[in-house]
């Protein structure tokens, strides 16, 4: 079991940056990767970020470039977010994978909300 909790969101202007944390408890040592993903009304949930274990790190296109993810130690990952956009209003949730057996699981969001 993992859990998680995210910290950082609130209402930012376009153009600002942002800093999500996610600090996970439980069994961090078996988690295989993290990701950000958000969801904006309407929407569905897309995925923002991901890094894994092994180092390798991908980007959702809409964010390339504006993001960075990293995994500070075993139960924690950031993600910074700059060139905000009105578009990047959304709920963001952090989500941790592990592989055996499969599982994940997911934070309770954070409102990311950027007025234009």
């Known amino acids: 079991q993992v859990q998680l909790v995210e910290s950082g969101g609130g209402l930012v202007q376009a153009g600002e940056s942002l800093r999500l944390s996610c600090a996970a408890s439980?069994?961090?040592?078996?988690?295989?990767?993290f990701g950000w993903w958000r969801q904006a009304p309407g929407k569905e949930r897309e995925l923002v970020a991901k890094i894994y274990t092994h180092g390798f790190i991908d980007y959702a296109d809409s964010v390339k470039g504006r993001a960075t993810i990293s995994r500070v130690d075993t139960g924690h990952t950031i993600l910074e977010m700059n060139s905000l956009r009105p578009e990047d209003t959304a709920v963001y949730y952090c989500k941790a994978v592990i592989t055996h057996p499969y599982a994940h699981y997911w934070g309770q969001g954070t409102q990311v909300t950027v007025s234009s």
């Open positions: 439980g069994s961090i040592d078996e988690i295989y990767s």
